[in-house]
């Protein structure tokens, strides 16, 4: 039996000989907290009693297993980690502090109950429990009528009846968080049962038939009186790349199977065609606001996980027209999300998609979208650019904001850090010397994206 071990310095690895997918074997060599080490992270065993050059089919089933296992964690940047890992290693108290806090916070994690949409206590229109269902955030009884029907929309206004049991919106972002905690306290501890909790996890909403979400978005953000669903909730889904890590990570660990790996895998494939070609997933791609944008970041994700990587180029290639040059004004504005009541929450949340979509771009393809400038003169600089007078006190912010404490506090404790997490994500320079937002890290925003602070 002939034993090849390839290593991957976190990037595409290349096989020199090909062999049958079930031979293969893929390990990621996880180094505790606190143990550094020169040698790349991930590294991947074929096992093959026969790699002879003859074997055409095997080779083809080996190229798909590859991009199963070698492909690099898309949604984390694992150089970053690793400086975070080395900070780790030599005592930084900022690092330490940040990594013992997401332990803590896995090992909470861990006595957790799972709670999938199936516990949802009111059913959507469609009668399916397994469909996500939500109510419209800022829509409310209309006080008027006697029955409140039809609820009337109040911008900016959660209504937090979403928060409860009766729909599935506090359920998803749970899951997200939970996730993205057990993820990271697996990758920098070692220790396998935090990644083994985030896969039952998994299992439980995506896979289990008694307990899994449907892949669609057709009930979220109903409107009583009006409408079962509607499109706008697709956004609540941007964070699926969580669930992807989580997945990423168990296959490079060899912990997950054969059938999570095709049941998965048909999930989020089924997912994407729900996206591209349902009603609502077209009309969201044609909002102009910031749901479009998190929506191309969704989508960018997945064409990337599924190995569709052209359709991830051209989709970039739109973006340069589609978001950039008609959602950013000459001088950087996005009238868009100015025109809100919580004017800095979403000139905030439109500015991270794009950064993040910027980041995949970079990392995956050949399309640059930070140095690009439409016709107009726009571009995700500019966005950035439009904004720093106000960190500095240069300009007051003259749009609503009716959240937060106002304008100046939602600058400082949500814009400024936004754009910190930018900087060191693409690695521009964006902010004027002594300008940051590092104060307001959360711990996993400390290991995810390693602030100098030097």
């Given at each position: 039996?002939?034993?090849?071990?390839?290593?991957?310095?976190?990037?595409?690895?290349?096989?020199?000989?090909?062999?049958?997918?079930?031979?293969?074997?893929?390990?990621?060599?996880?180094?505790?907290?606190?143990?550094?080490?020169?040698?790349?992270?991930?590294?991947?065993?074929?096992?093959?009693?026969?790699?002879?050059?003859?074997?055409g089919?095997?080779?083809?089933?080996?190229?798909?297993?590859?991009?199963?296992?070698?492909?690099?964690?898309?949604?984390?940047?694992?150089?970053?980690?690793?400086?975070?890992?080395?900070?780790?290693?030599?005592?930084?108290?900022?690092?330490?502090?940040?990594?013992?806090?997401?332990?803590?916070?896995?090992?909470?994690?861990?006595?957790?109950?799972?709670?999938?949409?199936?516990?949802?206590?009111?059913?959507?229109?469609?009668?399916?429990?397994?469909?996500?269902?939500?109510?419209?955030?800022?829509?409310?009884?209309?006080?008027?009528?006697?029955?409140?029907?039809?609820?009337?929309?109040?911008?900016?206004?959660?209504?937090?009846?979403?928060?409860?049991?009766?729909?599935?919106?506090t359920?998803?972002?749970?899951?997200?968080?939970?996730?993205?905690?057990?993820?990271?306290?697996?990758?920098?501890?070692?220790?396998?049962?935090?990644?083994?909790?985030?896969?039952?996890?998994?299992?439980?909403?995506?896979?289990?038939?008694?307990?899994?979400?449907?892949?669609?978005?057709?009930?979220?953000?109903?409107?009583?009186?009006?409408?079962?669903?509607?499109?706008?909730?697709?956004?609540?889904?941007?964070?699926?790349?969580?669930?992807?890590?989580?997945?990423?990570?168990?296959?490079?660990s060899?912990?997950w199977?054969?059938?999570?790996?095709?049941?998965?895998?048909?999930?989020?494939?089924?997912?994407?065609?729900?996206?591209?070609?349902?009603?609502?997933?077209?009309?969201?791609?044609?909002?102009?606001?910031?749901?479009?944008?998190?929506?191309?970041?969704?989508?960018?994700?997945?064409?990337?996980?599924?190995?569709?990587?052209?359709?991830?180029e051209?989709?970039?290639?739109?973006?340069k027209?589609?978001?950039?040059?008609?959602?950013?004004?000459?001088?950087?504005?996005?009238?868009h999300?100015?025109?809100?009541?919580?004017?800095?929450?979403?000139?905030?949340?439109?500015?991270?998609?794009?950064?993040?979509?910027?980041?995949?771009?970079?990392?995956?393809?050949?399309?640059?979208?930070?140095?690009?400038?439409?016709?107009?003169?726009?571009?995700?600089?500019k966005?950035?650019?439009?904004?720093?007078?106000?960190?500095?006190?240069?300009?007051?912010?003259?749009?609503?904001?009716?959240?937060?404490?106002?304008?100046?506090?939602?600058?400082?404790?949500?814009?400024?850090?936004?754009?910190?997490?930018?900087?060191?994500?693409?690695?521009?320079?964006i902010?004027?010397?002594?300008?940051?937002?590092?104060?307001?890290?959360?711990?996993?925003?400390?290991?995810?994206?390693?602030?100098?602070?030097?």
């Amino acid at each position: 039996m002939k034993k090849i071990i390839l290593i991957c310095l976190v990037c595409w690895c290349t096989v020199a000989q090909a062999v049958d997918v079930k031979d293969l074997k893929c390990e990621l060599n996880i180094m505790p907290a606190g143990i550094t080490t020169a040698e790349p992270c991930f590294s991947w065993t074929f096992v093959s009693d026969d790699v002879s050059p003859e074997h055409g089919s095997s080779r083809m089933m080996a190229s798909e297993a590859v991009r199963m296992t070698c492909q690099k964690l898309i949604y984390l940047n694992v150089e970053r980690l690793e400086l975070a890992r080395q900070k780790i290693g030599v005592g930084d108290s900022l690092y330490t502090k940040a990594y013992e806090s997401i332990i803590v916070l896995a090992n909470n994690e861990l006595k957790k109950k799972i709670d999938p949409v199936t516990n949802k206590t009111v059913l959507p229109a469609s009668g399916d429990i397994h469909d996500y269902y939500t109510l419209g955030s800022y829509y409310w009884p209309d006080s008027s009528k006697e029955d409140g029907l039809p609820w009337i929309y109040k911008d900016g206004e959660f209504n937090p009846i979403n928060q409860g049991p009766e729909t599935d919106w506090t359920r998803l972002k749970e899951l997200f968080s939970s996730l993205n905690t057990l993820n990271l306290a697996y990758y920098f501890s070692g220790d396998e049962k935090y990644i083994l909790k985030a896969r039952k996890i998994v299992r439980v909403w995506f896979i289990d038939e008694n307990t899994k979400v449907n892949p669609n978005v057709d009930y979220g953000k109903a409107i009583p009186g009006k409408v079962s669903g509607t499109n706008f909730a697709i956004i609540d889904w941007t964070d699926l790349g969580k669930v992807i890590t989580t997945i990423q990570l168990l296959e490079k660990s060899n912990l997950w199977s054969a059938n999570d790996s095709i049941v998965m895998e048909k999930w989020l494939n089924d997912y994407y065609k729900w996206l591209t070609e349902s009603e609502f997933g077209i009309l969201e791609s044609t909002r102009s606001n910031n749901h479009a944008t998190n929506y191309d970041y969704q989508l960018i994700g997945l064409m990337i996980y599924l190995g569709k990587l052209e359709e991830a180029e051209a989709k970039l290639e739109e973006v340069k027209l589609t978001r950039i040059a008609t959602q950013i004004d000459q001088d950087g504005g996005q009238p868009h999300e100015l025109a809100r009541t919580k004017s800095v929450n979403y000139t905030v949340n439109n500015l991270w998609a794009l950064a993040r979509i910027a980041d995949l771009g970079r990392r995956f393809t050949r399309v640059d979208l930070w140095d690009y400038q439409s016709e107009n003169g726009a571009s995700i600089k500019k966005a950035f650019d439009f904004v720093i007078p106000y960190f500095k006190g240069e300009a007051n912010w003259k749009w609503k904001q009716i959240t937060g404490g106002g304008a100046k506090k939602q600058l400082v404790n949500l814009a400024l850090p936004m754009v910190s997490k930018s900087e060191l994500m693409l690695e521009e320079k964006i902010l004027p010397d002594g300008l940051n937002g590092y104060d307001k890290f959360k711990p996993y925003d400390v290991l995810i994206y390693a602030p100098d602070n030097d």
